[in-house]
């Protein structure tokens, strides 16, 4: 039987847009020289699908089968090697079965995707399916653009709020940081007069990426500014999740451009803070917690992915499972082996300055007899 058309991770069928609605199957299908396994399933019949995401934003993926077991993995990178898993997911084996799954896009990234038969003690299952990808369209942050920056209050002591939930990225856009990822929004400063001054990131789940620049256009953009470390002294009214901020020598009558992004295309909410240099500040504030993905593995096993407040190089963690001690612990944490039943993980966040997350983040998952 010859394979399907995408049978190969270089083949994907590739789309963009608000919506991708296809079908196919895998029979005959193979499985590449280092390709991963899907959902923590050997596989051996997978396809490829890719999606272009045209904003930053949730997307929703719903793959349903005729009677068979699948799973379903989705991934950033260019070739096989450079995978990176973003989502994964198990389809049950009924007729009409569907499965679903939810990621957070970033703009102009192209996500690949690929469906597997699971292999359940046997040879890949195979049959027919059908896939969707949904983004429901987020509107467009009012300060996307570098010409519609928000104006900020030309005074020494200034809140910055804002998101950068569906921002994009502009031709011509520096990156922020040295980071191209881009979901950036913009902000406008005039100094009312000369000082250095520094810039603090507060309150982000994620870990932005500010930059200060001069210049009118984005073709005329010049950034400014020095790395800011954190201060010895406390301070109560700024948590910076364990990162510091750009500093700069502000001349008076000068307008200078803001932009924040996300580390690695990252985003959301976030406070930024506007102080003259010698206001000096630290974090007091215990970081948040997240587990964002649960993965199975082979050998009744399961590997938790989780970040805080501060991003995964701010803090350090610990992890435990069931009625274990927490121990030290890096994302992705493992464990194999596990008794079949119920099992609970909880994963606490510790900032630079010492201070700990008072609730951990908790999951709870069922491993089977075969150890699914």
């Known amino acids: 039987m010859a394979a399907p058309s995408n049978d190969d991770f270089a083949a994907a069928l590739l789309g963009d847009g608000d919506r991708l609605e296809g079908s196919g199957n895998n029979f005959g299908a193979t499985k590449e020289s280092g390709e991963p396994d899907h959902a923590g399933d050997p596989g051996g019949a997978s396809v490829w699908f890719g999606w272009g995401a045209p904003r930053s934003q949730t997307v929703y993926v719903r793959i349903c089968t005729e009677g068979w077991e699948a799973r379903l993995g989705v991934y950033r990178g260019e070739s096989l090697p450079a995978l990176r898993t973003v989502a994964a997911t198990r389809i049950v084996s009924a007729f009409g079965s569907c499965g679903e799954l939810q990621f957070r896009a970033i703009s102009s990234v192209t996500y690949r995707l690929a469906i597997d038969g699971s292999t359940a003690g046997g040879p890949p299952e195979q049959g027919n399916f059908e896939i969707i990808v949904s983004a429901t369209p987020l509107e467009l942050p009012a300060n996307d653009a570098f010409t519609n920056a928000t104006a900020v209050r030309s005074t020494l002591y200034e809140w910055i709020h804002g998101s950068t939930d569906g921002a994009t990225r ?192 908790t999951r709870t998952f069922r491993m089977g007899g075969k150890g699914r």
């Open 170 to 361: 502009e031709v011509g856009e520096p990156g922020h940081g040295g980071d191209l990822a881009g979901a950036s929004v913009w902000y406008r400063w005039t100094a009312p007069s000369s000082g250095a001054m520094r810039l603090y990131p507060c309150m982000a789940p994620f870990r932005p990426d500010i930059a200060v620049y001069t210049g009118s256009t984005l073709a005329t953009l010049q950034p400014t500014g020095f790395p800011a470390p954190l201060d010895p002294q406390p301070a109560s009214e700024c948590q910076l999740g364990g990162m510091g901020g750009i500093g700069f020598d502000a001349v008076g009558g000068e307008t200078y451009s803001i932009a924040v992004d996300g580390f690695d295309g990252s985003w959301g909410r976030f406070q930024l803070r506007l102080l003259p240099a010698w206001v000096q500040f630290v974090d007091v504030y215990s970081p948040n917690t997240y587990i964002y993905k649960v993965l199975r593995l082979r050998r009744r096993g399961i590997a938790i992915q989780f970040s805080s407040s501060g991003g995964p190089s701010g803090d350090t963690f610990l992890c435990k499972l069931d009625r274990k001690r927490f121990s030290p612990c890096r994302t992705p944490r493992k464990w194999f082996g596990l008794e079949p039943g119920m099992h609970r993980v909880a994963v606490v966040a510790i900032d630079a300055a010492g201070n700990r997350d008072a609730t951990p983040a």
